[in-house]
Every structure is written in C-alpha cells, then in structure tokens.
DNA sequence: ACCCAGGTCTTTT
DNA sequence: AAAAGACATGGG
C-alpha cells in the first residue's frame, strides 16, 4: 500500500486546534509519535511531530481500516494517510466541534481561565470504542506514558500488522484477538493485575456485548451501563463516555480532580461517585464540563497552579 | 528501599 | 452503604 498526502487549514475550523496537546494530554493512547518523544514533557519541537496511528472502519465516515500520519506546521494540519483522511481526523480529534462555542459555556473560573489559555486549541478526541475501552482498564494506579507503552505493546503483540511504503504499523487487536489470549500472556507484556481484566472484557466484547450499545442512553444509566465490562468502575466508565462515545459531560474523577475539588471546589465534594460528579459538572458548565475536566488534568499534571 | 501512578474488586464493618 | 485491603510493575 501506498499513502495519498494532504492538507487541511485549521482556520478553516470553528475555533483554534493545537494538535500535539489534544494528542499528547493522556486522552487517547493510540496514537505515537514518529520521533519516539511521545509524552517527552515540555518538548518544544513537539508541534511539528508526525503523529501515527491505525484506525479501524468508523461507520458513515470510512469503509476501510486506514493507516493515518499527521502534523501541524502552523495553521497548516499535513497528512499522509492511505486513503482520504480528512474524515477520518474530523471525527478522531473531533475537528467538527464548535470550539469557541464551548469556550463561551466555560464558567468564569480563573483556575479554568488559566488552562484555557495554557494549552489553547486543545481538542477533546473520540476514540474507537473498542481500543479506548481497553485503554482505560490499563489505566488503573499506572502513569499516563507506561498506559500509552501498553496499548503500543498490545498493539505490536498481537495486532495485525500494515505494510505502507516499506514501514510496518501495527493495528489495535481486535476483541476476539485479545479475548483468545491468557491471562499470563497479557501479563508478560506488564499489564500487572489489569491482564485478567482485558482479556475478560474483550471475551464480552466479542460475545456481542458493545460498549458503543451504551450511545443514546441518558448519561448516568451509560455511566452505569458500562460497569458491566471487568475492571470497568465508574471513574473508566466516565473516560470511555467521555473519550470515545460523545459525552462532553461526562467528568471522570481521577485523582487529579479529586485534588483540584478539595483544593479549589470543595463544596463539590458529595462524599460519594454520584453525587460529586453531579456537582462538578454543574460547576464546570454542564454540557461541555468534560472539555473543563480535560483541560484541568492537563493543565494540573503539567505542573500547573 | 520506599512511594506513587487517570482504580477496581473483594471482603469486612 | 461505607471503609479497608489486595492487587503488579516500573520509574523517581
């Protein structure tokens, strides 16, 4: 196979987009980094990076699994992809969202007024549901740079393997790829405890049960509707809602939240799952409070405030 | 050596 | 229902 090349202007989009933020913010850990610097902190050359990744089929939006390259060099987003990728990034790094729009619903907050303006243009993306699923069950008491090692090993492990121009890419397994493995074959590659989840969960996948089944439901019965796959409680619950299925307000409550409630929002602090997420969302703004959520953890993990 | 990391599951009050 | 303990592993 060979890439087609491409170009879109980002001045095209409603509002700005910085790429290597909306890539590199611990959303989404499918993609890599040509250069080997993924999640290099405070790399300054990180905005002219290739970006790569294999993505599967995305219904109404491409028929075949593609591998995609990109970068930004300005305003200019550059792509080499082996087919058309311009869909293909508008839906992944949700390219089609109204960001100044969003930027307008921010309550005024000066500590979200400050990782606004921090990391500007960052995007929130919409994973394949599958791969995201499986992210964020690895991503239990792990750092964000070892949880992106493991989906590349997965990946690498047991995906199916893509030949572009002399290069190999490495797809994301597929569920009935990974529920066939043991659970001390995901253990060597360094899942830790999390080994017996992934392969119990994509058993279920495979067996039918969808975790894109939970799109329409009303957002706390999806919340809860996903705490059927292993290792899934609601904190993954609300990542997979939030990165992959298209609920901007869903806000997981990581432990950079929990802190960033205890020192800046304390009043949001219900005790219990429930009933602080309710609270923090309204406080973030409601229907996007998963874009104030992104922006926060990255703006706190940073070093920020 | 010791502590922590985008938590969840199981068992015990 | 709420709290406590177990759980793997690599990097600081």
Redesign the pocket.
């Known amino acids: 196979m060979e890439f087609e090349t491409g170009s879109l202007a980002c001045s095209d989009l409603d509002g700005p987009f910085d790429l290597q933020a909306t890539v590199e913010?611990?959303?989404s850990y499918l993609w890599d980094r040509a250069d080997g610097r993924m999640y290099d902190s405070m790399d300054v050359h990180g905005g002219e990076a290739w970006y790569e990744t294999v993505v599967p089929p995305i219904e109404d939006v491409s028929d075949e699994r593609m591998v995609v390259r990109v970068r930004q060099l300005d305003d200019r987003l550059e792509w080499e992809a082996t087919g058309d990728a311009v869909p293909v990034l508008t839906h992944l790094l949700r390219l089609d969202d109204d960001l100044d729009a969003i930027y307008e619903t921010t309550p005024d907050d000066p500590l979200l007024e400050r990782a606004y303006d921090a990391y500007e243009g960052m995007r929130l993306v919409r994973d394949p549901p599958f791969p995201c699923l499986v992210s964020f069950i690895c991503?239990?008491?792990?750092?964000?740079s070892?949880?992106h090692g493991m989906q590349m090993a997965l990946a690498e492990s047991y995906g199916d393997e893509l030949e572009v121009e002399g290069r190999t890419f490495d797809a994301f397994p597929s569920p009935d790829r990974l529920a066939d493995r043991t659970e001390a074959e995901l253990?060597e590659l360094?899942l830790?405890?999390r080994a017996p989840?992934v392969q119990r969960t994509a058993e279920m996948v495979a067996g039918g049960d969808d975790p894109a089944d939970a799109v329409g439901m009303e957002y706390e019965a999806a919340r809860e509707r996903l705490?059927r796959f292993?290792?899934?409680?609601?904190?993954?619950?609300d990542?997979v809602l939030l990165?992959s299925l298209g609920f901007l307000e869903a806000v997981?409550l990581?432990?950079?939240?929990q802190s960033a409630i205890a020192d800046h929002y304390p009043d949001c602090d219900r005790?219990?799952y429930r009933e602080t997420s309710r609270a923090i969302r309204r406080r973030l703004g409601g229907r996007y409070a998963g874009y104030a959520?992104?922006y926060l953890?990255h703006y706190l993990?940073g070093g920020g405030a």
Request: hydrophobic letters at 30%.
């Open positions: 913010s611990g959303q991503s239990a008491q792990m750092r964000v070892r949880i253990r360094g830790g405890y989840y705490t292993v290792g899934v409680g609601d904190k993954v619950s990542c990165f997981p990581d432990t950079w939240i005790g219990s959520q992104t953890f993990r």
